[in-house]
């Protein structure tokens, strides 16, 4: 039996982390150093939990539920065809993707003597053009980001990273500022759904299997199998990687205080430790890993949608969210960003919500309205509250989620998805399940 061990193991976790590593990977760690200062740490606890923890554990339990539909399919089959749709469109063309090339153009412009107008148009449609090119040879994704882009990405945040130690621009952390000053665990917690990795990692699964089927492991229990250990190097990778960052942004945030975003708080401080050619090293670093993430989300997307669609061809697909994600990406880092505090809060509940669900294994299964009820529940409540984000007010809707402990914190769906779970168990055993006629 072919199992996947050894350096197949490692190419195949690398490539996880490459699909996992991109724009939002690079921008929030620092970033978080830069405002959490001296309570760094603190946040890292509660950012590696939304960052890491659940996006490992959701690849983990997509693999072993056979699928993100059969997964989401537990609430119910309408709930899981517009879940799906959502989580694709926000990884794909809707945010993610056009994020890469907005993020990494930003770390170029600086050479290219301007930050917009045809400069841009002309480099995302470069990058996109390259991407589409790798995207459409999905099951080479090993090959191409394991063996290469992966070890040149590492290779050159190491680099970054001992520079700070070998040359710190500064003795001391910052004061903390904004919403850490407060609650850092909590601030850092909600941070993490920028990676937006956790939705992201409901889709990586299928992409995982097949590269690990092209290396020769075709028994579907290995493939779950290999997918979960590949899921753990990942996750240890990104670990390690986020910690860096980190303390390279805490840094930054002390010596150069005023950073608005996380590419600024890395410019800062590299243009103080190595000068042009650290800028060279920065964009180098934005480049590869935005490329790694748009590959992977290229091809996710495709895949699905090609299944949806069958009369439509997986190249045709690629082809289609390369251009419409070139088209959203010259809207600006900044616009893309704005959008997606809102969108992200009003999906990433729900995705959280079942991941955790779906770690009790079959034994909430065989109640047969825990899903339902509380999906029901976290998603009244995260849509409600990701409207009042974006200025729309639900007269008394809105004062009474508001309401719910946590709810100013960002985590009011926590209590209403403990509840969901309670209340399901109870009508699972007060309400017989109908049978169906014949």
Not at 264 to 287: E, H, K, R, S
Not at 377 to 386: K, N, Q, T
Request: aromatic share 10%; with cysteine.
């Amino acid at each position: 039996m072919q199992q996947l061990r050894g350096k197949n193991l490692l190419l195949v976790g690398f490539t996880l982390f490459s699909m996992f590593f991109g724009a939002g990977n690079l921008i929030f760690p620092p970033f978080l150093g830069a405002q959490a200062g001296t309570v760094t740490w603190i946040a890292m606890i509660g950012f590696a939990v939304s960052a890491i923890g659940f996006p490992i554990l959701g690849v983990i339990e997509v693999a072993r539920s056979g699928g993100l539909r059969h997964l989401a399919g537990r609430v119910h089959p309408k709930f899981a065809a517009v879940f799906t749709l959502l989580i694709y469109l926000s990884i794909g063309p809707g945010l993610a993707i056009p994020r890469t090339a907005s993020t990494s153009f930003e770390m170029v412009a600086p050479f290219l003597g301007e930050k917009g107008g045809w400069l841009q148009v002309i480099y995302s449609a470069v990058f996109f053009a390259l991407a589409a090119l790798v995207a459409l040879r999905p099951e080479k994704l090993t090959k191409r980001l394991g063996k290469i882009l992966c070890p040149a990405l590492i290779l050159l945040i190491l680099v970054l990273f001992f520079g700070c130690v070998l040359r710190p621009v500064t003795d001391h952390y910052g004061v903390p500022t904004g919403s850490y000053t407060e609650l850092p665990a909590i601030a850092g917690f909600l941070g993490g759904y920028q990676t937006m990795d956790t939705i992201a990692a409901l889709n990586f699964g299928a992409v995982i299997a097949l590269n690990i089927r092209a290396l020769g492991v075709t028994e579907d229990r290995e493939v779950v199998r290999g997918t979960i250990r590949a899921g753990w190097i990942a996750g240890a990778l990104l670990l390690v990687i986020y910690a860096m960052l980190a303390h390279v942004g805490a840094l930054s945030g002390a010596a150069f205080p005023g950073g608005e975003t996380g590419a600024d708080t890395l410019t800062n401080i590299v243009a103080a430790l190595f000068g042009t050619p650290g800028g060279v090293l920065l964009a180098a670093i934005f480049v590869i890993a935005c490329f790694n993430t748009c590959t992977g989300l290229l091809s996710c997307c495709s895949e699905y949608f090609q299944e949806l669609m069958p009369k439509i061809s997986y190249r045709a697909w690629v082809a289609f969210f390369a251009l419409i994600s070139m088209l959203i990406s010259n809207v600006g880092l900044a616009g893309i960003l704005k959008l997606s505090t809102p969108v992200l809060n009003a999906i990433y509940p729900a995705a959280l919500a079942l991941i955790l669900l779906a770690l009790a294994g079959d034994k909430l299964t065989r109640f047969r309205l825990v899903y339902p009820v509380t999906l029901t529940l976290v998603c009244v409540v995260s849509v409600v509250d990701a409207l009042r984000q974006a200025g729309v007010v639900l007269p008394g809707i809105t004062g009474a989620v508001y309401a719910i402990p946590l709810a100013k914190e960002g985590l009011g769906w926590l209590l209403p998805a403990v509840a969901g779970v309670l209340l399901g168990l109870a009508l699972s055993v007060l309400i017989p399940e109908r049978k169906s006629r014949r």
